[in-house]
């Protein structure tokens, strides 16, 4: 939509990307809004040829703009602000619709900063998206999320809608009290900043068709990195900050989440923190050693030595450290 159109329009916030170019035909519009749902069960997820009219549509552009608002959030490297963001579409709305639909649409690179861990144990870096591309990172978002969201793993609760750190406990404490005490308790060492970036594409590449859309996710993933006012290029990691940064790492961990699944074990996943529950220490002992070798060689991840440990559970009380390596 344009901004003369916008202006006539004051209680409209968000821009109308076009759906279609003037060029297409009806029935081509017609069969971009058609949905996967009914067909999820006989066909591949990668039967999405047309993600990107659906991420430019009007009221999915509506709830980014509501969503990225309601985050607040600091500038990035533009300095665009999250009050500065609406004007900004409506003026250069259709453009953007045009990049996005073209494959042409390029991020910025985004800004570091470090914050304090939570538990004090040191920094954790954070990549600040532009409000723009936080804007698109959510739009997109919302496209994928409702059509990923329900093939991940039912023992992973991070990031994902319905689901919470609570219910993680909650199944926790349901292993220990079946008599699966021991834990191994592993989480992956800077697992944001060392994402392999060709496994994570040719994951989305299962499941998504349309090359617009692959090719709008790698730009993000290379869009590099300004820190103390110089840019680098990053060829691995998905920067902690984007709307679509934890999406992409449930992927990447839900190959973690099956093979786990295949094994057998019980287990609880909470972002790049993951618990296995077993019935002995020898058990334990062995699970840990082959998962972390597992993740290691297939995942081309690594795990955090410093805080890998077999504890033992008791009740629902509590957990004790009683080894770790």
């Not at 659906?54 to 980014?64: D, F, H, M, R």
């Not at 093979?259 to 618990?275: M, P, Q, S, T």
């Not at 070798?293 to 559970?313: D, E, M, P, Y």
């Amino acid at each position: 939509m344009s901004g003369q159109r916008q202006k006539n329009r004051p209680e409209q916030e968000v821009l109308a990307f076009p759906a279609e170019s003037r060029s297409d035909a009806p029935r081509a519009a017609e069969q971009g809004t058609e949905t996967l749902m009914a067909k999820r069960k006989s066909e591949s997820l990668a039967g999405t040829e047309r993600l990107m009219e659906e991420v430019c549509e009007l009221e999915n552009c509506k709830q980014a703009l509501q969503r990225v608002k309601a985050n607040k959030g600091s500038p990035g490297v533009d300095g665009m602000t999250v009050d500065e963001l609406s004007e900004y579409l409506k003026q250069h709305g259709l453009k953007i619709g045009e990049q996005l639909r073209s494959g042409t649409y390029q991020p910025q690179p985004v800004r570091r900063v470090e914050i304090p861990k939570p538990d004090g144990s040191g920094m954790r870096k954070l990549g600040i998206p532009c409000v723009l591309d936080r804007f698109v990172q959510q739009a997109v978002l919302q496209v994928l999320q409702k059509r990923w969201d329900p093939t991940f793993s039912e023992h992973s609760h991070g990031f994902r809608p319905g689901r919470s750190a609570k219910q993680a406990v909650h199944k926790a404490q349901q292993y220990i009290a079946e008599g699966y005490r021991w834990v191994v308790d592993l989480d992956l060492e800077k697992f944001f900043d060392r994402v392999n970036h060709d496994r994570l594409l040719a994951a989305v590449a299962e499941r998504v068709a349309d090359k617009r859309m692959l090719k709008l996710i790698r730009a993000f993933l290379e869009a590099g990195v300004m820190e103390d006012g110089l840019v680098s290029a990053v060829d691995e990691g998905t920067p902690q900050g984007g709307p679509l940064s934890p999406l992409l790492s449930n992927l990447v961990l839900d190959e973690l989440d099956r093979e786990l699944e295949r094994r057998g074990h019980y287990f609880v996943r909470y972002a790049d923190d993951c618990n296995i529950y077993v019935s002995s220490e020898r058990a334990g002992q062995r699970v840990m050693e082959s998962v972390t070798r597992f993740i290691t060689h297939q995942l081309q991840l690594k795990v955090n030595q410093t805080s890998l440990a077999l504890r033992r559970g008791f009740g629902n009380r509590h957990v004790e450290p009683v080894a770790s390596v």
